[in-house]
C-alpha cells in the first residue's frame, strides 16, 4: 500500500515547533513565505540571518530545499492564492544566494550558467551547498527566540527591537511606552549594552529580576502618568518594587512614577551614583527609608501625590537636593484649568 507523504507545511510545522517557546505564541514558518514570497510580510519581517537559519534547520532535519520549492509552487498554483509569490520564488533564492556568496567570498551563479537545470532547482542546490561555508554563529540563541517571540506576539518593530542576536546587543536606549503587554520577559535582561529604558502605559504588575543584570543602565523609567489624562484608575500598574535596582550602580536616573508601590527598600541606598528620584502620583508611598540619605549625589526628588510629606523629609535627604511635591502644570492646562491653586509648585529646598 502506497503511504501518502505528509504536505509539506505539515513537516514544516513539526520541524519548527519550539521547546522554548509557548506554542501559541511561536513564529511559523510552515508555508514558508520567510523564504520563498518576495512580496510577503513574511519575507519582510525574517532578516537575512534568519533566513539562512531556516534553510540550515531544513537541510539538517533531511529535507531538500529543492523538493521544497517544488512542493510549495504546487501547493499555491492548486490554490490559486500567492500566484506572484510563485512566479518570483526562485528570485526569492537568489536573493538569498546572493547574500550567501558575500558572506563566503564566493561569486555568484549567473543566470546563464543556472539555466541548463532549470533555474530554481539549481538554485536550491547551490543555497544548500553555501549554507554548510555559513558559520553556526547565525543561529538563534534560545533567548533571543523567546524575546523575537514576545515582540512578534506584541507587535513590536524590528526597529525598536531587532530580531538578531547581534542587533539585540548593540541596543543602548529602549522606549517600551504604550504597548499593551501584560508581562515582560526575563530575556530583556540580556540586552547588556541598555543605558536607557522606558515602560510607560503598560499592562504589567511585576517585573523580572533578570533586569538586575543591566548594569550599564543609568535610566529606568516606569511611568503610567500623562498630562492629557492623569492617571487612568482602570490602568493595570507596577505593584512590586524592584528589588532588583540595587544592583544597577551606574543608574543615575530613577522613575517609578503612578505605581502601586507602597515601600522604597532601603537596598536603594546601593545606587551611589542616583541624581534623580521621581515617585509622583505612586499614592500608596508614604515614607521612605533613611538609608536615602546615603544618596550623597541626590539633586532632586519628585514626590508630588505621594503620601510623603515634608516633614517626613527634613532630616532625611542630603544637602543641596530639591524636593517637588506639586506638579509644575504647562500654561495650557492653566488656561484650560483657571480655578485651580497653583501656588506653592515646583521644585523647593527643605
Known amino acids: 500500500m502506497k503511504i ?12 519548527f515547533k519550539s521547546p522554548v517557546v509557548p506554542e501559541r505564541h511561536q513564529w511559523r514558518h510552515k508555508m514558508l513565505l520567510t523564504i520563498f514570497s518576495r512580496l510577503s510580510n513574511d519575507w519582510d519581517m525574517t532578516t537575512m540571518d534568519e533566513k539562512i537559519a531556516i534553510i540550515r534547520k531544513i537541510i539538517a532535519s533531511g529535507e531538500s530545499i529543492s523538493m521544497l520549492l517544488q512542493e510549495y509552487k504546487e501547493f499555491f498554483s492548486n490554490k490559486n492564492e500567492h500566484i506572484a509569490d510563485v512566479n518570483t520564488a526562485d528570485w ?7 547574500s550567501m556568496s558575500n558572506r563566503i567570498g564566493e561569486p555568484a551563479e549567473s543566470g546563464d550558467s543556472l539555466g541548463i537545470k532549470g533555474y530554481g532547482a539549481a538554485l536550491a542546490e547551490i543555497v544548500e551547498r553555501m549554507t554548510t561555508l555559513i558559520p553556526d554563529s547565525i543561529e538563534r540563541s534560545d533567548w533571543v527566540e523567546v524575546l523575537c517571540s514576545w515582540a512578534d506576539k506584541y507587535e513590536i518593530s524590528t526597529d525598536l527591537l531587532p530580531r538578531t542576536e547581534e542587533e539585540l546587543l548593540k541596543i543602548t536606549e ?9 508581562e515582560v520577559p526575563d530575556e530583556l535582561g540580556k540586552l547588556e549594552n541598555l543605558e536607557e529604558l522606558t515602560f510607560a502605559n503598560n499592562n504589567f504588575t511585576e517585573l523580572p529580576h533578570s533586569l538586575g543584570n543591566l548594569r550599564k543602565l543609568k535610566s529606568f523609567t516606569v511611568n503610567y502618568y ?18 532588583w535596582i540595587h544592583n544597577l550602580h551606574n543608574l543615575e536616573s530613577l522613575a517609578l512614577c503612578g505605581t502601586h508601590i507602597e515601600e522604597i527598600e532601603s537596598t536603594i541606598a546601593n545606587c551611589v551614583n542616583l541624581k534623580e ?23 532632586h526628588l519628585d514626590v508630588e501625590s ?8 527634613v532630616e532625611l535627604l542630603p544637602r543641596n537636593c530639591l524636593v517637588k511635591f506639586r506638579r509644575v502644570f504647562s500654561q495650557q492646562y492653566k488656561d484650560a484649568n483657571p480655578d485651580e491653586d497653583y501656588t506653592d509648585s515646583g521644585w523647593i529646598s527643605l
Open 4 to 15: 501518502e507523504k505528509e504536505p509539506y507545511y505539515e513537516r514544516m510545522n513539526t520541524l
Open 92 to 98: 526569492a533564492l537568489a536573493d538569498i544566494m546572493l
Open 174 to 182: 529602549l522606549d517600551l511606552s504604550n504597548i499593551p503587554f501584560t
Open 226 to 243: 500623562t498630562e492629557e489624562c492623569g492617571i487612568n484608575p482602570n490602568q493595570i500598574v507596577l505593584e512590586k518594587y524592584p528589588v
Open 277 to 299: 528620584i521621581s515617585l509622583s502620583d505612586s499614592i500608596l508611598l508614604t515614607s521612605l527609608p533613611r538609608e536615602i540619605n546615603k544618596l550623597v549625589n541626590l539633586t
Open 306 to 313: 505621594t503620601g510623603i510629606t515634608k516633614e517626613s523629609l
